[in-house]
């Protein structure tokens, strides 16, 4: 799963996502908890962050931080390349 963005965010609780709108990232952050529905996320608290709600319905996509960063990077410029096309 790592490199692409999950459709099933249930399976995201625990890990370490990149929260991306509009071709843009918007937070990293670990995910605390996951809808029953599996509709909406919430990412735990991280210094000046607060525990944040991000919804599918608002445009949010979640997409799993590979442990190499390397490899991070490139799902990254990946997501990117198919939001933008």
């Not at 996951?34 to 599918?56: C, I, P, Y």
Request: charged share 20%; net charge negative; proline share 2%.
């Amino acid at each position: 799963m790592d490199g692409l963005c999950a459709e099933d965010w249930n399976l995201l609780a625990g890990r370490q996502v990149q929260i991306w709108k509009d071709g843009r990232i918007v937070r990293t952050g670990r995910v605390n908890t996951v809808t029953k529905a599996a509709n909406a996320l919430w990412l735990e608290s991280h210094g000046a962050h607060l525990r944040t709600l991000f919804e599918k319905a608002e445009g949010y996509t979640a997409c799993p931080v590979a442990e190499n960063p390397e490899a991070g990077q490139a799902a990254a410029a990946r997501h990117l390349d198919t939001v933008n096309s």
